[in-house]
């Protein structure tokens, strides 16, 4: 056993909460690595659906210990309630520890983040509003308030005092807006420091430590390839690194240590939000998808844009994240299509694009270029073998696994933890 990364190759909810949860298991740490409550990952057990932002997936085991790494950022507000929930169905949760190293998303983030949006008119970027893009921001600024300032009240007061400052000129000079109280967000906050302050930990000796001694490590990506910061469809991205390379640099560990990068793949494609979507069907098949895979964000309950499975940007998640393994979720929604479609490639103004380019403005412009299979009728939810799966559908399975050069090692085909065909080992 060792370090194993389970990212997201899509635009995000390709299921990997489920997939860290069937992982989970046998783990010894489940770290999160990056981005924050703008994750909704969503784990099934016994048929009781438990909906984790912040708080690692492989939580509701409880054999190894989770860890909020520093890479991520954190509400606490967001975390004490979500500890709460865990708490009030009567789960363990003094297996979760967070780095001092992470930085702290404070009330002024949130309302800015809206602000922003709301200024922007059609230019906004239809994000989760958690105060996601704001907090990374000041931590690239290097304003930002850290964990570790939470063991030393006096020095939290006087950053939270300096960002406030900047921030309320904003909200009344820019957005004219009212400022926001500092009292009453140092009261707020010294209770969160209260109740948050025996879980932190310097994480990264402990990590490495555990890489070190061959125990089995699983970093939990949130978001996805497309929403990368650099290699998403910027600007319509979030503010972190979901990619592979964002575990070295946001749980502090060697890209030496990573034995598997396992990448989540939806049998077709959503995204939640604004910017371009090649594949997207803004039509009845489109409806169809969203009905039958219910694709509504678990984070802000949009409605997700759906579309057909777009293997450009599957063969890009391939490439950056030097994926080992594919795990394909969701193709039990597939069921009853009498044709599938698979995006092969891009037209942009006649030419043609097998991977997909920085602009976005012309990948707006950009027409799919499909391969069609044939489809299947039965319902797979309860299959346990790949045998028992329809020909179709291991042909659709087959062509993936030869378009994306990878091996497909699980297929996932309902939300259930037990509702999975492993192709291989994992
Ligand atoms: P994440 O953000 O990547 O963890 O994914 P989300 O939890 O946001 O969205 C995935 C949704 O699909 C959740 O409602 C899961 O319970 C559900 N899900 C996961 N895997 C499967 C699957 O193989 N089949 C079906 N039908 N649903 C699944
Ligand atoms: P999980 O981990 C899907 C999207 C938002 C928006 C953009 C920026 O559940 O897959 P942000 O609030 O991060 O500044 O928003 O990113 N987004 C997600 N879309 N799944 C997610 O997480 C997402 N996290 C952020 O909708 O388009
Ligand atoms: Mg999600």
Not at 85 to 109: N, Q, V
Not at 244 to 261: D, E, H, L, M, Q
Not at 340 to 350: L, R, S
């Amino acid at each position: 056993m060792a370090g194993y990364v389970v990212v997201g190759t899509q635009w995000g909810d390709e299921g990997k909460g489920k997939i860290i949860d069937v992982l989970g298991h046998k783990a010894d740490y489940v770290v999160r690595f990056q981005g924050g409550n703008n994750a909704g990952h969503t784990v099934v057990v016994d048929g009781e659906k438990f909906i984790l932002h912040l708080l690692p997936s492989g939580m509701l085991h409880g054999n190894g210990k989770c860890i909020i790494g520093p890479g991520v950022v954190i509400d606490p507000a967001v975390l004490l309630k979500e500890l709460k929930t865990l708490d009030d169905k009567g789960a363990k949760t003094d297996h979760l520890f967070i780095s001092d190293r992470a930085h702290l998303i404070m009330p002024y983030h949130v309302e800015l983040d809206k602000l922003q949006e709301e200024a922007s008119g059609d230019k906004k970027i239809g994000t989760t509003k958690r105060g996601i893009g704001p907090c990374y921001s000041d931590k690239i600024s290097r304003k930002g308030i850290r964990v570790v300032d939470m063991l030393d009240v006096k020095l939290f007061s006087e950053k939270l005092k300096e960002n406030l400052e900047e921030k309320n000129v904003l909200f009344t000079k820019i957005y004219n807006a009212p400022k926001m109280d500092y009292e009453e967000i140092l009261k707020e906050s010294k209770k969160h420091i209260e109740l948050l302050k025996h879980r932190i930990i310097d994480s990264t000796p402990i990590i490495n430590q555990a890489l070190d001694e061959d125990k089995f490590v699983l970093f939990e990506g949130a978001q996805a390839m497309m929403l990368d910061i650099d290699h998403g469809t910027y600007p319509y991205v979030t503010s972190s690194s979901p990619t592979a390379g964002g575990v070295t640099v946001g749980a502090g560990v060697s890209p030496r240590k990573i034995n598997r990068v396992i990448g989540v793949m939806k049998a077709y494609t959503t995204r939640v939000g604004e910017g371009p979507f090649v594949t997207e069907l803004e039509n009845e098949t489109g409806e169809w998808l969203r009905k039958t895979g219910f694709e509504y964000g678990a984070t802000t309950g949009r409605p997700r844009r759906c579309g057909w499975l777009d293997l450009v940007v599957g063969k890009y998640a391939t490439m950056i994240n030097g994926l080992t393994d594919i795990v394909i979720t969701k193709i039990d929604v597939l069921s009853g299509l009498e044709t599938i479609k698979i995006c092969t490639g891009y037209e942009i103004d006649g030419k043609v694009y097998t991977t997909s380019p920085a602009s976005t403005e012309s990948l707006s412009r950009a027409i799919p270029i499909y391969e069609s299979l044939e489809g299947w009728k039965e319902d797979i939810t309860q299959m346990k073998e790949y045998s028992e799966l329809p020909e179709n559908c291991k042909k659709y399975i087959k062509r993936m696994e030869e378009i994306l050069g990878c091996q497909i090692t699980m297929v996932s085909v309902g939300p259930d933890r037990t509702q999975n065909i492993f192709l291989k080992e994992i």
